[in-house]
């Protein structure tokens, strides 16, 4: 089957680090992507990985290990404006991509 | 801004009607997909095109139907309408080659009401 995991939730101080963990156990793996979805909006990407590693962009990272079917987002200096959800995506090939659940991160002042 | 459209915005409707949910795509962008969000809810893939034709399927119930017309645009229908239908729902393109080509890229949504 296809499964994508996620927490549910996530709490994090303005101007910390904070670490989303996503697992996966797809048919087929040829990328990973990271979306962010504010309330009400539409998502938004963030960043693709389909090598074992950390790719970073500004204040965000992305890592994969395709080995142990893991991956994190990595956000750093925390904003308010960085409350929403993230959405962990697969493409497993075929032109299927099957998004998790999604995390929602609360940043608190 | 995305550069992908949908229309309407905001949709109010009764039980038991039937509605067309309209989307363009990205220029140059091949592959569509629908998505449904209910209130606090995840992405639920709905169905994808790809030039024109059925790629994939999701949890589509029977009550709905899409195409994807010869200048790419796609139309999703809802018929037979629920409450339990009230949600977003989500268009999105994407160039549909490989690896960070289905990078997909969303449109506003259309806000659906059914009283």
């Known amino acids: 089957g296809q499964n994508i995991d996620q927490p549910t939730e996530m709490t994090a101080t303005e101007g910390a680090i904070v670490q989303i963990n996503c697992t996966y156990q797809t048919s087929g793996f040829n990328g990973l992507f990271w979306y962010q979805q504010h309330a009400g909006e539409a998502p938004t990407f963030l960043s693709y990985?389909?090598?074992?590693g950390l790719e970073e962009k500004g204040r965000f990272s992305s890592f994969l290990s395709r080995s142990k079917g893991y991956s994190y987002l990595l956000l750093k200096e925390l904003q308010m404006k960085d409350s929403a959800s993230y959405l962990c995506a697969v493409y497993t090939g075929g032109f299927k991509t099957i998004f998790g659940a999604g995390t929602r991160l609360f940043v608190k002042a | 801004d995305s550069g992908v459209t949908q229309t309407p915005k905001h949709l109010i409707t009764a039980t038991g009607q039937r509605v067309t949910l309209r989307c363009s795509p990205r220029s140059g962008d091949l592959s569509v997909y629908w998505y449904q969000q209910s209130l606090d809810q995840g992405l639920q893939f709905l169905i994808q095109y790809y030039n024109g034709e059925e790629r994939a399927k999701g949890n589509i119930l029977e009550r709905f139907s899409a195409q994807q017309f010869p200048d790419l645009h796609s139309e999703l229908n809802l018929s037979s309408l629920e409450l339990g239908d009230s949600a977003l729902y989500f268009c999105a393109s994407s160039v549909a080659g490989s690896g960070v080509q289905e990078t997909q890229y969303f449109g506003p949504g259309t806000r659906l009401l059914v009283l």
């Open positions: 990985n389909v090598l074992d």
